[in-house]
């Protein structure tokens, strides 16, 4: 029908999938407007005159090659002009795990990707808002999932551990405002620890603007942002430890929004840095 490329869409379990939902799929709606629901997903379908055109790009020796070629695909083909869609493959099976557990350089490399391609298609994302509904093959239907354990509680002391480490540095990463809201966390009884969406997409920003303006080695800023990824999802799990799948999918369309919302910030951000 006309499409070049196809994307993947799966039902995983609400804990699967977490560099996903709480930093790529967001994110790259909310840059650039369609909302595939799995822009790093591992299976894709694409025409013969996209793969031509993914071969004549210059990127097939950079990192964003090596390390985040999913993303680059899915972004590729929308910033491009080429028509997307996605085919609903069921289950996501493959081996999940709690993401307190070694997921470091996974994060690194996909945030690197992600960040690298915000710089080269900025053309692309900064006059585009909110986002579209993109069409959808096969019939979306319930599925059997295993679990995902999580441990909410590690992840929240790996977070204070990071606070400690890298307070200073996170510093000079975000806003003053951003880097008192959370100082608050760090200093919060643990048992009632809550990392606030609205403060993860304004540290999320913050890191991609100091990653495009090098305010440091880009491997340390990458390397400091685990910790603050550790908090937010801490804080998620414990959100919606007695919420259904539905309704965390549709907790995630909020949040996708509110990425959509402040996203003039982003681009007020990204001018203000440029102009000092």
Known sequence: EGFDFVAPLYHRHKYDGTITNSIV??????????????????????????????LK????????????????????????????CQAFL?????????????????????????FALMESREAAWRSIRGSVPIPLFGMEHAVGLEPVRVD????VRMFRSGYRELGLLWKKLLRPQVSEQLSLLEI???AKFRFPPELWIRI??????????????????????TPLYLGRIASFVRETEEVSAEDVEAMQEQICLL??????????LWDSQRSQ
């Open 25 to 54: 799929y967001p994110l790259t709606r909310s840059l650039y407007g369609q909302r595939v629901r799995q822009p790093i997903g591992g299976d894709f379908g694409f025409s013969g005159k996209l793969a031509r055109h993914y």
């Open 57 to 84: 790009q210059d990127v097939w020796e950079s990192d964003v090659a090596r390390f985040g070629i999913d993303a680059w695909m899915t972004t590729t083909a929308i910033t491009d002009g080429f028509n997307v």
């Open 90 to 114: 069921g289950a996501k099976i493959h081996d999940a795990k709690d993401p307190a557990l070694d997921l470091s350089q996974m994060l690194h490399q996909v945030v690197g990707a992600v």
């Open 152 to 155: 909410p509680d590690r992840m």
């Open 188 to 190: 919060g009884e643990p």
């Open 204 to 225: 999320l920003f913050d890191f991609a603007v100091a990653f495009h303006h090098r305010v440091m080695d880009r491997e340390h800023i990458l390397q400091a942002l």
């Open 259 to 268: 990425f959509e919302a402040m996203k003039p910030e982003l681009i007020q």
